[in-house]
């Protein structure tokens, strides 16, 4: 049975469809809403002119939202575009610049109909993997929310409040969001006494009750003072910055012991968790590779995914290395965190770090060069169900410095014999 291409170019409120087969032929083209209705009838035209999904070829540019996962419920043949990519095809079908979401559609369909070799289908992740991974990116996300909410409540103390930057170690703490909910003013907090200010830490379970002594030091030594009239906003705006980041804190928290719950679930649970790194990124990992040894058939394409192989542009004698912008990015930061923090908990990593920087390389290239091993290690360990050995590793890193002692003794004596060749007695060469 034939084949249909079909290119949708996605919208909030519709969708336009273009229908074409192998002759090029223009099939169908129509729009449908995003809703139930609208999915009923994509379906129902598509019906027409193919009775077996799996000859359907879906090309989209997003597998975001209720439609994406459709056309996969419905065992479609879903594609996805790069949106760059995208961007550069019309010029195949025309001159001008104009543009329209009908054209686009047709495109898309096209770009299935002549290149269908370049692109290969959307593997569909598990239902534990895609439950994971939508954990871990709002995870990621709320994290970052975390960040601007501290470096703007920084900003603000430093303004007036300067002498808590001194005091407590960090600001996204309980600790220490209670201090400012309770004296959110310099002038408040030494009114307080050393034995309202023992009291207070008691009952918020201060874990270093020897600091309070050098806490109400701290707060009634002489400071510079804000202007009244600005200080009175600084503390509105510090009182309202407050809450809102305890409140981030605890969602923190609660996704965390959630994804907790859900990696344990996860098939590929033990084999990331033996990675040298903490729970959290162990599970952005899992979520981001997924569980499934055939999603990634070699071990280049794992390390272009994640972003850690760079791209290499040569024209005639030119070699141009540059960084790889094309990537999954949450991959990417994944990989790169469990660099930094491989760099303390496994002996190899530290290693190879250490000799990256004395090749004269910046720290950032040197993780990325450290991340890019750590890619290979798990298609390795994906391809063979095993988890990380350190043990494992330091044995094969020995095995290939003999090997290479080896090669280099035999070019070596290639070398001495010249055009004669090897002796007689000369060892033959082992690979």
């Known amino acids: 049975m034939k084949r249909i291409y079909v290119g949708i170019d996605w919208a909030d ?77 019309p010029d195949r079908y025309r001159i001008s610049s104009s543009k329209s979401d009908p054209e686009d559609a047709m495109v898309l369909a096209n770009i299935l109909r002549t290149d269908l070799h370049l692109y290969k289908p959307f593997s569909k992740d598990s239902w534990a993997d895609a439950r994971l991974k939508h954990l871990t990116r709002a995870h990621k996300s709320l994290i970052q929310e975390k960040v601007k909410l501290v470096n703007q409540l920084t900003t603000q103390l430093k303004n007036y409040y300067p002498v808590v930057l001194q005091i407590f170690s960090h600001l996204d703490q309980e600790i220490t969001l209670a201090f400012l909910q309770q004296y959110p003013s310099p002038e408040k907090a030494k009114t307080a006494s050393l034995e309202e200010l023992q009291d207070f830490f ?7 009750p020897d600091k309070v002594l050098f806490i109400h030091k701290s707060l009634h030594r002489p400071s510079l003072k804000a202007p009244r009239e600005l200080a009175e906003i600084y503390e509105m705006i ?104 491989s760099v303390h908990k496994c002996p190899w990593a530290r290693r190879y770090f250490a000799n990256q920087l004395r090749l004269g390389h910046k720290a950032s290239r040197a993780y990325r060069a450290l991340g890019n091993r750590w890619t290979a290690i798990i298609w390795k360990m994906l391809q063979e169900g095993q988890c990380f050995s350190q043990a494992r590793l330091e044995d094969s890193l020995t095995k290939a410095l003999h090997s290479s002692i080896g090669i280099n003794k035999v070019l070596a004596t290639l070398q001495k014999s010249g055009s004669r060749g090897l002796d007689k007695g000369s060892p033959s060469p082992s690979w």
């Open 202 to 208: 008691r009952k918020e379970k201060y874990s270093h």
């Open 13 to 89: 409120d519709h969708h336009d469809i273009h229908v074409t087969d192998d002759t090029a032929e223009v099939l169908d083209s129509f729009t449908i809403p995003y809703n139930y209705e609208g999915m009923e009838k994509l379906r129902e035209r598509l019906a027409k002119f193919s009775s077996s999904p799996e000859n359907v070829l879906v090309a989209i540019e997003s597998n975001e939202g209720l439609l994406f996962w459709n056309l996969l419920e419905e065992k479609y043949q879903v594609y996805l575009i790069n949106p760059k990519a995208m961007s550069r095809y």
């Open 238 to 341: 510090v009182l309202s910055l407050v809450p809102v980041l305890h409140c981030l804190l605890g969602q923190i928290k609660g996704l965390e012991k959630r994804i907790a719950l859900v990696f344990e679930e996860n098939p590929a649970h033990d084999m990331f968790s033996s990675l040298p790194a903490g729970p959290i990124i162990a599970a952005r990992l899992n979520a981001e590779v997924g569980s499934a040894s055939a999603r990634y058939p070699t071990r280049e394409s794992l390390q272009t995914e994640a972003g850690t192989a760079p791209v290499t542009k040569r024209s005639g004698k030119s070699i141009i290395v540059c960084f790889r912008w094309q990537c999954n990015k949450h991959l990417r930061n994944a990989v790169q965190s469990l660099a930094r923090e």
